[in-house]
């Protein structure tokens, strides 16, 4: 009963953290783009751009063109096979995060063929905001370096301490969305809570921008 109430809250919640709009900006954009894994959409970043935000992953990463990053649940994440109850945990409680980096060497569609791969290509200065909202979520130990806890769950990755909590409102695909959001794309994170739905309004959004875009040109 509770998991319903508070899920139809986050339904209702529309509007809460939607772009009011998003503009072509009248100039080649930068891609980035999503995988969707089945459970969680990884946001798939050019590495060089990540790392000039944050220096410490060109040691980590120094072979990679782009950079995989997801976030969630601490416990479900970094556990082989979470079961139902780590997952319950992590909706009900809020709870300790991580951050997941994948270095790729070759485009996300060649990295990830069999998944759906979208693009998305956005003003530099979008790009921008959205890198300092990834690198904002880095934690730091008292020596300010990023915190390393431990190696990924495939090809090549680390997880990383994150200063977020995870819980219902704020999962693992909303926080996908958040960033996104800091770009410009006009997305409602509230209603991003499956990967089905962020992709469903990122290819909305896409679709949006490229009609805007011809519109002006």
């Given at each position: 009963?509770?998991?319903?109430?508070?899920?139809?809250?986050?339904?209702?919640?529309?509007?809460?953290?939607?772009?009011?709009?998003?503009?072509?900006?009248?100039?080649?954009?930068?891609?980035?783009?999503?995988?969707?894994?089945?459970?969680?959409?990884?946001?798939?970043?050019?590495?060089?751009?990540?790392?000039?935000?944050?220096p410490e992953l060109k040691a980590a990463?120094?072979?990679?063109?782009?950079?995989?990053?997801?976030?969630?649940?601490?416990?479900?994440?970094?556990?082989?096979?979470?079961?139902?109850?780590?997952?319950?945990?992590?909706?009900?409680?809020?709870?300790?995060?991580?951050?997941?980096?994948?270095?790729?060497?070759?485009?996300?569609?060649?990295?990830?063929?069999?998944?759906?791969?979208?693009?998305?290509?956005?003003?530099?200065?979008?790009?921008?905001?959205?890198?300092?909202?990834?690198?904002?979520?880095?934690?730091?130990?008292?020596?300010?370096?990023?915190?390393?806890?431990?190696?990924?769950?495939?090809?090549?990755?680390?997880?990383?301490?994150?200063?977020?909590?995870?819980?219902?409102?704020?999962?693992?695909?909303?926080?996908?969305?958040?960033?996104?959001?800091?770009?410009?794309?006009?997305?409602?994170?509230?209603?991003?809570?499956?990967?089905?739905?962020?992709?469903?309004?990122?290819?909305?959004a896409k679709g949006e921008y490229a009609?805007?875009?011809?519109?002006?040109?």
């Amino acid at each position: 009963m509770l998991f319903r109430l508070v899920l139809l809250f986050s339904l209702l919640c529309t509007g809460c953290g939607a772009a009011s709009e998003w503009r072509p900006a009248g100039e080649q954009g930068q891609a980035l783009y999503l995988v969707d894994h089945g459970r969680h959409v990884g946001l798939v970043l050019p590495a060089a751009e990540l790392q000039r935000h944050l220096p410490e992953l060109k040691a980590a990463f120094s072979a990679a063109r782009f950079i995989e990053v997801g976030w969630g649940d601490r416990a479900f994440y970094q556990h082989e096979q979470g079961g139902a109850g780590l997952a319950l945990r992590a909706l009900l409680w809020p709870t300790d995060t991580v951050l997941h980096l994948v270095p790729l060497s070759q485009s996300p569609a060649v990295a990830f063929a069999g998944l759906p791969v979208l693009e998305l290509g956005v003003p530099p200065a979008s790009m921008e905001r959205l890198l300092g909202e990834v690198a904002a979520s880095f934690a730091r130990n008292e020596a300010g370096n990023l915190r390393d806890v431990g190696a990924g769950r495939y090809g090549g990755g680390r997880f990383y301490a994150s200063v977020e909590s995870y819980h219902l409102l704020h999962t693992c695909n909303t926080w996908v969305a958040r960033r996104l959001v800091a770009a410009g794309l006009p997305l409602r994170p509230a209603l991003a809570f499956t990967a089905g739905a962020l992709m469903r309004q990122a290819r909305s959004a896409k679709g949006e921008y490229a009609q805007g875009y011809s519109s002006h040109n």
